[in-house]
């Protein structure tokens, strides 16, 4: 939660960043005090605490104080260290596994349960849900089609702009995008996000908090993950993003109930066909 409030300070209201400079100062103090109190302490308004709440990703002042104090508790057992140009082997595999194992650590204690709730809750109820992404995302985007056909949901992946901007145009009510951007300012994406909203169709989000597309979407899902394009940097946003389509896939099952069992079975039978019986002696 710190390093959320620390990445959106310079996209807050003046007293909105008042706010946060003081949470940043004091959190374990915050953390024990009411919104009347915190409001007198930082000397703001009750209304901005709700608004600087909505900003990070929390749904209100409760949640807010929960998961900034399940952040202090718990921290990220993850030591930044960047692979340098004369990496040794033994280096580069422990490197990049840290980070992508902190990144995950990163996004499971900043993730909202009520936007995964309220992103569950869309997909369950929809005509057809199409994945929209670009270069690693839409990758991602692919993955999660994957999953989410074989529950036998009518569900499509797009990683071309101009295909997903015209899909976006024809869906109607009922219908779900799920658009995925590490920055969330990706014009091409923006743009059908915006075509989709318009048709009536709703948008989550999986991308950077307080970004355009995290503003444009009726459900985001925040991955707050410290990237860089170096080279020598690994792209743990896209195994971020994998990780949030898991989770949609099996509260998706979840929802789907005894139905899903048969889906599967029927699924299974059709690859096991596929596969030789011929055991290589």
Not at 22 to 40: G, I, K, T
Not at 53 to 60: E, I, L, P, R
């Amino acid at each position: 939660m710190l390093n959320r409030i620390e990445a959106t300070l310079t996209q807050l209201r003046p007293s909105e960043r008042k706010l946060a400079t003081y949470v940043l100062d004091a959190p374990r103090e915050v953390v024990d005090l009411s919104m009347n109190e915190l409001a007198e302490r930082a000397s703001v308004s009750q209304p901005t605490i709700a608004r600087f709440c909505q900003a990070v990703g929390c749904s209100g002042y409760r949640e807010f104080k929960i998961r900034l104090a399940q952040g202090i508790a718990q921290g990220v057992p993850f030591v930044h260290r960047d692979v340098r140009p004369d990496e040794p082997v033994p280096g580069i595999a422990s490197k990049v596994l840290d980070r992508t194992i902190g990144s995950l650590m990163q996004v499971r204690n900043n993730l909202s349960p009520d936007s995964i709730g309220q992103a569950i809750d869309l997909l369950a109820g929809a005509r057809r849900i199409e994945f929209y992404g670009a270069g690693a995302s839409g990758i991602a985007a692919l993955d999660m089609q994957h999953k989410f056909f074989r529950l036998g949901v009518p569900a499509v992946a797009y990683n071309d702009p101009h295909v997903y901007g015209m899909s976006a145009a024809l869906l109607r009510e009922g219908d779900v995008v799920v658009a995925i951007s590490n920055t969330g300012r990706t014009q091409d994406l923006l743009e059908a996000a915006q075509l989709a909203r318009t048709a009536g169709a709703s948008v989550i989000a999986i991308t950077h908090s307080n970004s355009p597309l995290s503003r444009l979407a009726s459900v985001a899902l925040f991955a707050d993950v410290d990237e860089d394009t170096d080279v020598y940097s690994p792209l743990t946003s896209r195994i971020a993003h994998l990780a949030i389509g898991d989770v949609l896939a099996v509260g998706m099952a979840l929802r789907l109930g005894e139905r899903l069992p048969a889906q599967l079975a029927r699924a299974k039978e059709v690859i096991n066909r596929r596969r030789t019986t011929n055991d290589g002696r």
